[in-house]
């Protein structure tokens, strides 16, 4: 089993949905949770980080599952410009680095 | 302020040689990390320093890989005898302070360098 796994997708969504995913992690001991935003042929942009309470920005919130040992991103009213590949970072226990899924891939229709 | 630069952004080179990636960080940050990125796929952690600390390098693929970083600036990642499957995007990054262990801290990317071995 990987450490990070992540429904590859794609997600094809109409402009408006709401879409959600998910990202489950096998490290119990992770600290730290991230996710990032990645557009074609780019770097990966930090798009927020997960906090133990979840936390919310604009469209988006992301929360954290200890318990199920997943994060999750959902982005409301989503835009064209919302067409990504979106992964999960988790970082922590005797790890400094971040340790990546492999990425959602999002594409947002008209 | 300025984000983490990496150079060159493209770089071509025949099987067998060597090559060098520049990587220069976020001022201030203290850690600063590695990362391969092959096409279609995720971030394969390469190597991380933490100010003056010996590095973490146990995501080197092989021996021809190597990094070295002068106290908190930059950084340079060596290729030695390239292969063809080295051919990726190598990505720089940087953290406010990655050295408190059990905790991370958000990273910020560099462009990248993208490596084409022929």
Known sequence: ???VEQD???FNVPEGATVAFNCTYSNSASQSFFWYRQDCRKEPKLLMSVYSSGNEDG????????ASQYISLL???SKLSDSATYLCGLGGGSARQLTFGSGTQLTVLP | GAGVSQSPSNKVTEKG?????RCDPISGHTALYWYRQRLGQGLEFLIYFQGNS??????????????ERTGESVSTLTI???QQEDSAVYLCASSANGGIQGQGYEQYFGPGTRLTVT
Do not use: C, M, Y
């Open chain 1, 75 to 77: 982005i409301r009213d």
């Open chain 1, 1 to 3: 089993r990987k450490e």
């Open chain 1, 59 to 66: 469209r988006f919130t992301a929360q954290l599952n200890r």
């Open chain 2, 17 to 21: 040689k060597d090559v060098e990636l």
């Open chain 1, 8 to 10: 590859p997708g794609p």
């Open chain 2, 54 to 67: 010996a590095p973490d390098k146990s995501g080197l693929p092989s021996d021809r890989f190597s990094a």
């Open chain 2, 80 to 82: 030695q005898r390239t």
